[in-house]
């Protein structure tokens, strides 16, 4: 019997049942993993053996009649920017190839709480900065929908481990979009929480007042009860929430009458696919169908939200990777001084768009420039953030395209960094302005490759997202297909 095709929901029925052991379940989906790896490439570290142990730990549990959490037993893998303690966490970048943090992070020692099996650590673009997992230091990720094709990034790893059926939950982070985009790519669902909703303690920092952990599951309900597990409080990180946490998986219930769903005119504009539109046009007029007012909008400042968000970004980033100069933190290449080690050690060991966005994030801090370009890019933010307040005051979600394409062929966009970076644009400016929102499936391109569905949220709205989301879900059968690894060409 194939299990790593089902998703967590039923898997923990199976489990509760025992009709499944925990065992049976982490083999089936490790037998998966080693069988389509080498092709999808999804992860950086494999924890194997901690699996299999973690899930006869299990096994003897449910003997002994204790009642399970919804994701004992069940494995999944977590990006490898969160931290592990004793498993290696490299960001994908060889400055950290060798760190194994001493410590959990907050979200991981939730999972280990609820007794779910970590497979591993998954690849992403290095330091989470990229758009398509190809900027990994160790190697690409490819999309199981179609190998010769980008999963999404940066959480790439993460969505074409769910997607192959390599893991059948994943944590990914998402800075402008890399929870989301790769979601899209590879026909899962991922979510991005509200700023604060989720501890970003133990996560390696990129841009702090953007980054947030989220889910990527196979299917809505999933997502629901991962949002459960890691959302809440955490005093070790000062910008989490305080706001108690609901029970997410209140809000799966099919109803949408009434919804008051705006439609941005912004982001249906020249540069959209034609398949991705059509796609997007479709799932808005089923939500018609089923009740909800659909509401043309304007979010009048989205076209300034990449150059703020790439100027936002960087700045914070390269005062994030201070650090890593192979004195006081990460590997190191030796020189005769400490100016040369410094040189050596941060010239060889970041990658190239590393490197681009430490040196855009210095120039727009610098002196002569942080009033014209940063203090700027933060009037801009908040013009952004305006627009969404504003509109917000007359529907109660937004939904748009996640991306502006279907996944593109490796090695197409990775050398022209600003084709690169106009992928975000749909993503990006709910991190701009700390709003939730969730991708989800809503057809495919004349290739058979995935898109997706992007729905907006208040900040804290995530029940309101989940549930608009689960009621198309559920009248579409997008959720229940599975990528078949390879694909057709493109």
């Known amino acids: 019997m194939k299990l790593y095709d089902k998703p967590a929901h039923v898997l923990h029925d199976m489990l509760r049942e025992k ?36 899930a006869e730990a299990v096994d003897k549990k449910i003997a002994g009649g204790e009642e399970l959490s919804f994701f004992t037993g069940i494995p999944g893998a977590l990006k490898d920017n969160i931290c592990t303690q004793g498993v290696k966490t490299t960001c994908a970048s060889k400055i950290l190839e060798n760190f194994v943090p001493p410590y959990d992070a907050t979200v991981t020692q939730k999972l280990r709480e609820e007794d779910a099996p970590l497979l591993g650590k998954t690849n992403l673009d290095e330091f989470a900065m990229g758009g398509s997992t190809e900027n ?3 190697h690409p990720t490819r999309n199981p929908w179609n190998t010769a094709c980008v999963p999404g990034g940066s959480s790439g790893g993460s969505a074409a ?6 893991a059948i939950w994943a944590l990914g982070s998402d800075t402008g979009g890399s929870i989301r985009q790769p979601a899209s790519f590879c026909g899962v669902v991922g979510l991005k929480p509200t700023y604060g909703r989720v501890s970003r303690y133990g996560l390696v920092a990129y841009a702090s007042s953007l980054d947030q952990i989220g889910p990527v599951t196979r299917d809505v309900t999933d997502s629901a009860q991962l949002l459960n597990v890691v959302a809440g409080h955490d005093p070790l990180d000062s910008t989490s929430t305080a706001l108690a946490v609901p029970d997410y998986t209140r809000a799966l219930r099919e109803d949408v009458k009434g919804l008051k769903i705006g ?11 034609a398949d991705v539109e059509k796609a997007v046009r479709e799932a808005i007029d089923a939500f018609r169908a089923m009740g ?5 909008i304007s979010l009048p400042h989205t076209d300034y939200a990449i150059a703020a968000y790439y100027l936002i970004a960087p ?26 080690l410094m040189t050596n050690t941060r010239s060889q060991k970041f990658g190239r768009e590393v490197k681009r966005r430490i040196m855009i994030g210095n120039y727009a801090l610098s002196a002569g420039y942080y009033d014209a370009y940063y203090l700027k890019a933060l009037k801009v933010r908040t013009l952004i953030q305006e627009d969404y307040t504003n509109a917000f005051q007359n529907v109660d979600v937004m939904m748009t395209p996640t991306a502006p394409t279907p996944a593109y062929k490796i090695g197409e966009l990775i050398r022209d960094p600003l084709k690169m970076y106009l992928q975000d644009i749909y993503t990006v400016p709910l991190n701009l302005a700390g709003l939730p929102g969730i991708s989800l499936p809503c057809g495919y391109s004349r290739q058979h490759m995935p898109i997706g569905l992007q729905i907006i949220g208040k900040p804290l709205a995530e029940e309101t997202i989940l549930r608009a989301a689960y009621t198309y879900e559920q009248s579409q059968n997008f959720h229940n297909e599975m990528a078949e690894i390879g694909g057709a060409d493109v």
């Open 19 to 54: 009709k499944i052991s925990a065992v049976e379940l982490t083999k089936d989906v490790l037998e998966r993993l080693e069988a389509v790896e080498d092709e999808v490439g999804a992860y950086l570290t494999v924890t194997r053996e901690a699996a299999l142990e973690q």
């Open 136 to 138: 990994s230091a160790f």
């Open 161 to 166: 481990a769910v997607a192959a059926g390599t």
């Open 263 to 273: 439609i941005p005119k912004e982001f249906f504009v020249a540069g959209l696919d």
């Open 292 to 296: 909800a007012e659909i509401i043309d």
């Open 315 to 340: 700045a914070e980033a390269a005062t994030n990777l201070e650090r890593y100069d192979g004195i006081s933190y990460g590997a190191r290449v030796y020189g005769a001084d400490v100016v040369e």
